[in-house]
Structures are given as structure tokens and as C-alpha cells.
């Protein structure tokens, strides 16, 4: 009979500890400050640029269309973790329920899948914008961008969806201290005494399915905007069409970058690499999009810096006038 309940209770899914970035406790308070400031730069950037293509009837286009799908998402993503790393790092607030920590993955994994599918779309609005110039308004109508930004954000959903099926079905009796500072799916599953195979391949299936689909349509989209760029007579127009992609080439390299540091780390790192630098780097890749794309874009666009200086100097006339 005590076998018996041992091994129920055995199965059931526990609440879990969050035990931040491992063997560095003891500096949890400085680690806290950049997450905290690139935090407050990631939500003040993102609602700007959201609050600006909202009014300005100039940025209603396709690109700034993408691009605020793009902030919303990052948005998701910055307030699904960094409140709880830094309830952890200020108040030592760890524990998270088994439905929050199922909640939060959920949010996560779908989140970063959906930044990684609108940056794939941005490219193809690029390849439009530079091989069809003439089509670009009649192929990139506003019905066109609402089913493409669907289309993305139920992708991420229907291939995050069994994650937290696949981690309840597990049994947990190896502890609840997860060494990181959210809840991601291989961090949980290994928690288990279970087989967690499928686990593993099925993330690795997602992996391919979201970021290897999406890396593909970007490298065919730039390689043929390459080629129809390279094709222009004049230096001028060639100068100027490129320059309508550098900013999405940064929001890029400071996406997939991270991410691909944290992919062949864990695989051929070993044990060379420190699990605080693991954990680190899973963070940044979570945080440095959201906080380094609107000041890119804010930066590189013209038509979004000049909306900024219109406000400003707007603003800037009405305190005079009214002194």
C-alpha cells in the first residue's frame, strides 16, 4: 500500500525552484542591473515604436506593419521572464508553481518561435521591396500581412503546444531546483527520472522546423536581393537599396546569433563551457532583441527617425508657445 502511493506521488508534477545563474549567487545583484536596464530600454523602445506606427499615417506600410509585429513580440517575450529573474536576484522569490513554470515555457518557446518567423517575413518584404518595386503595394496588401502574421503566430502554437504535455507525462524525483533563471523545456525535463528521448528530439524537430525553415527563407531572400541589387547600373541605387535592409540584417545577427552560441555550446562545448554561461547567454538571447531593435531601427530608418524629430521639435514648439 506504501509502494503504492510512493509511486503516485512519484508522477506528480511538483512546484519548482529557479535557482537564477549557478555559482553566481553571490552577485545576483550585479547581474541583476543590466537585465534591469536592457528591460526598461526593451519595453520603452518596443511601445514607442508600437505608439509611433499607431499615429504616424506615414509608417503605415508593410515593413512598419512587420516591424510592429516584431515589437509586440518582443514584448511577450521580455515580460515573460525578466519580472520573475529579477524577483529572483532582488528578492530571492524562486519558487514557481508547476502551471506557471508550464505557462511561462509555453510563452517562451512560442514567443521566440514567432520573433524568428516575423524576422523571416521581414525578409521576404525586403525581397518584394527590392525585385518587385512596382508590385510591391498590390502584392503586400494589408489582408496579405494580417494572414502572414497569423499564419506565424499559430505555427509557434501548434509546435509549442505539446511541450508541456510531453513534460507532465514525465515522473520528477530527482529534485525541483531548475539551474536557470526561467523555465525552459530541457531544463525541466531533465529534472526527471523518466526517458526524456522524445523530449529531446521532438525539441530538436521544432528547432528545424521553426529556425532551420525560417534561416533558409532568409539566406534565399537576401541571396536573390544580392543578386538583383548587384544588377542595378548605378552605385547610388545600389548604395540605397542596401541600405533598406541594414537594419534588418542587425535585428539579424542580434537575434540568431545568441542563439546559435547557446546551440553548439551545449552540443560540443562539454563540460568546457561554465553553466553560468550557459544560462547567461540564454537570457541575452531572450533580451538583447528586444532591447537593441527599436534603438536599430529608430537609428538606421529614416522615415522613423524623422517621426521622432517631428515629435520632438513639435513639442519643443508648443512649450515655447506657450511660454
Same mark, same amino acid.
Given at each position: 500500500?506504501?509502494?503504492?502511493?510512493?509511486? =503516485?506521488? &512519484?508522477? %506528480?508534477?511538483?512546484?519548482?525552484?529557479?535557482?537564477?545563474?549557478?555559482?553566481? &549567487?553571490?552577485?545576483?545583484?550585479?547581474?541583476?542591473?543590466?537585465?534591469?536596464?536592457?528591460?526598461?530600454?526593451?519595453?520603452?523602445?518596443? @511601445?514607442?515604436?508600437?505608439?509611433? !506606427? $499607431?499615429? &504616424?499615417?506615414?509608417?503605415?506600410?508593410?515593413?512598419?506593419?512587420? +516591424?510592429?509585429?516584431?515589437?509586440?513580440?518582443? +514584448?511577450? !517575450?521580455?515580460?515573460?521572464?525578466?519580472?520573475?529573474?529579477?524577483?529572483?536576484?532582488?528578492?530571492?522569490?524562486?519558487?514557481?508553481?508547476?502551471? #506557471?513554470?508550464?505557462?511561462?515555457?509555453?510563452?517562451?518557446?512560442?514567443?521566440? #518561435?514567432?520573433?524568428?518567423?516575423?524576422?523571416?517575413?521581414? *525578409?521576404?518584404?525586403?525581397?518584394?521591396?527590392?525585385? $518587385?518595386?512596382?508590385?510591391?503595394?498590390?502584392? +503586400?496588401?494589408?489582408?496579405?500581412?494580417?494572414?502572414?502574421?497569423?499564419s506565424t503566430f499559430l505555427r509557434g502554437v501548434?509546435?509549442?503546444?505539446?511541450?508541456?504535455?510531453?513534460?507532465?507525462? +514525465?515522473? $520528477? @524525483?530527482? #529534485?525541483?531546483?531548475?539551474?536557470?533563471?526561467?523555465?525552459?523545456?530541457?531544463?525541466?525535463? =531533465?529534472?526527471?527520472? #523518466?526517458?526524456?528521448?522524445?523530449?529531446?528530439?521532438?525539441?530538436?524537430?521544432?528547432?528545424?522546423? !521553426?529556425?532551420?525553415?525560417?534561416?533558409?527563407?532568409?539566406?534565399?531572400?537576401?541571396?536573390?536581393?544580392?543578386?538583383? %541589387?548587384?544588377?542595378?547600373?548605378?552605385? &547610388? *541605387?545600389?548604395?540605397?537599396?542596401?541600405?533598406?535592409?541594414?537594419?534588418?540584417?542587425?535585428a539579424i545577427v542580434f537575434s540568431y546569433s545568441?542563439?546559435?552560441?547557446?546551440?553548439?555550446?551545449?552540443?560540443?562545448?562539454?563540460?568546457?563551457?561554465?553553466?553560468?554561461?550557459?544560462?547567461?547567454?540564454?537570457?541575452?538571447?531572450?533580451?538583447?532583441?528586444?532591447?537593441?531593435?527599436?534603438?536599430? $531601427?529608430?537609428?538606421?530608418?529614416?522615415?522613423?527617425?524623422?517621426? %521622432?524629430?517631428?515629435?520632438?521639435?513639435g513639442s519643443k514648439n508648443t512649450k515655447s508657445?506657450?511660454?
Amino acid at each position: 500500500m506504501i509502494m503504492l502511493k510512493l509511486n =503516485k506521488t &512519484e508522477w %506528480v508534477l511538483p512546484s519548482f525552484i529557479l535557482n537564477g545563474v549557478p555559482g553566481l &549567487e553571490d552577485v545576483h545583484i550585479w547581474i541583476s542591473l543590466p537585465f534591469c536596464s536592457m528591460y526598461v530600454v526593451a519595453m520603452a523602445g518596443n @511601445c514607442g515604436l508600437l505608439y509611433l !506606427i $499607431y499615429c &504616424e499615417d506615414s509608417l503605415h506600410k508593410p515593413m512598419y506593419y512587420f +516591424l510592429a509585429m516584431l515589437s509586440l513580440t518582443d +514584448l511577450v !517575450i521580455c515580460s515573460s521572464t525578466v519580472p520573475k529573474a529579477l524577483s529572483i536576484f532582488w528578492f530571492h522569490l524562486k519558487k514557481i508553481g508547476s502551471d #506557471g513554470c508550464l505557462i511561462q515555457m509555453f510563452f517562451v518557446h512560442t514567443f521566440t #518561435g514567432m520573433e524568428s518567423g516575423v524576422l523571416m517575413l521581414m *525578409a521576404l518584404d525586403r525581397y518584394v521591396a527590392i525585385c $518587385y518595386p512596382l508590385r510591391y503595394s498590390t502584392i +503586400l496588401t494589408n489582408p496579405v500581412i494580417a494572414k502572414a502574421g497569423l499564419s506565424t503566430f499559430l505555427r509557434g502554437v501548434l509546435l509549442i503546444i505539446p511541450f508541456p504535455f510531453l513534460i507532465k507525462r +514525465l515522473p $520528477y @524525483c530527482r #529534485g525541483n531546483v531548475i539551474p536557470h533563471t526561467y523555465c525552459d523545456h530541457m531544463s525541466v525535463a =531533465k529534472l526527471s527520472c #523518466g526517458n526524456t528521448k522524445v523530449n529531446a528530439i521532438y525539441g530538436l524537430i521544432v528547432a528545424l522546423l !521553426i529556425g532551420g525553415f525560417d534561416i533558409l527563407c532568409i539566406t534565399v531572400s537576401y541571396t536573390m536581393i544580392l543578386t538583383a %541589387v548587384v544588377s542595378l547600373s548605378s552605385a &547610388e *541605387a545600389r548604395r540605397k537599396a542596401f541600405s533598406t535592409c541594414t537594419a534588418h540584417i542587425c535585428a539579424i545577427v542580434f537575434s540568431y546569433s545568441p542563439a546559435f552560441f547557446s546551440f553548439f555550446s551545449h552540443r560540443f562545448g562539454g563540460h568546457t563551457v561554465p553553466p553560468s554561461c550557459h544560462i547567461i547567454m540564454a537570457n541575452i538571447y531572450l533580451l538583447l532583441p528586444p532591447t537593441m531593435n527599436p534603438v536599430v $531601427y529608430g537609428v538606421k530608418t529614416k522615415q522613423i527617425r524623422d517621426c %521622432v524629430l517631428g515629435i520632438l521639435s513639435g513639442s519643443k514648439n508648443t512649450k515655447s508657445q506657450n511660454i
